[in-house]
């Protein structure tokens, strides 16, 4: 599923995304979802080179580009869920990022972040070395 994710997040609707061209149904379940989620996001947060959209913008983009970016069924529901939460949680931004920092997957990576970057301070202090150059090898690639 990852793969299928990661490769056709970008495919469209309509047939006009990449890599492959693939529309439709032709397009997998898991990429179509992610596809609405990642614009979403991206449209409601801050970037570089952007402001961050209110909600309700985001909602009234996505709603634009269904049926030619978006599954148009899979929209709907995704801006009803949306819609749906807005109404019963003041803050959703908050509770997002709540909700997110409680998932195990991303607990998991933050505990394996923190093993690694204690390991890299206790072997700096015993060799006075540089750790990075030893996990990277000599090419900058894991060894």
Same mark, same amino acid.
């Given at each position: 599923?990852?793969?299928?994710?990661?490769?056709?997040?970008?495919?469209?609707?309509?047939?006009?995304?990449?890599?492959?061209?693939?529309?439709?149904?032709?397009?997998?379940?898991?990429?179509?979802?992610?596809?609405?989620?990642?614009?979403?996001?991206?449209?409601?947060?801050? *970037?570089?080179?952007?402001? =961050?959209?209110?909600?309700?913008? #985001?909602? @009234?983009?996505?709603? /634009?580009?269904? %049926?030619? $970016?978006?599954?148009?069924?899979?929209?709907?529901?995704?801006?009803?869920?949306?819609?749906?939460?807005?109404?019963?949680?003041?803050?959703?931004?908050?509770?997002?990022?709540?909700?997110?920092?409680?998932?195990?997957?991303?607990?998991? *990576?933050?505990?394996?972040? =923190?093993?690694?970057?204690?390991? #890299?301070? @206790?072997?700096?202090? /015993?060799?006075? %070395?540089? $750790?990075?150059?030893?996990?990277?090898?000599?090419?900058?690639?894991?060894?």
């Amino acid at each position: 599923m990852a793969v299928e994710i990661a490769r056709h997040h970008h495919e469209m609707w309509d047939g006009q995304g990449y890599p492959d061209g693939i529309a439709g149904h032709g397009i997998p379940e898991a990429a179509r979802i992610v596809a609405l989620a990642d614009v979403f996001d991206v449209l409601c947060h801050q *970037r570089p080179y952007k402001k =961050a959209w209110s909600v309700r913008d #985001a909602l @009234e983009e996505l709603r /634009r580009l269904k %049926g030619t $970016r978006f599954d148009p069924e899979m929209t709907e529901v995704f801006i009803s869920m949306v819609e749906r939460l807005s109404r019963d949680i003041i803050d959703l931004d908050s509770f997002l990022a709540q909700e997110a920092k409680d998932f195990p997957f991303i607990q998991a *990576r933050q505990k394996i972040s =923190a093993a690694l970057a204690a390991s #890299a301070i @206790e072997s700096n202090g /015993r060799s006075g %070395g540089n $750790r990075q150059s030893s996990l990277l090898g000599t090419r900058g690639l894991p060894t």
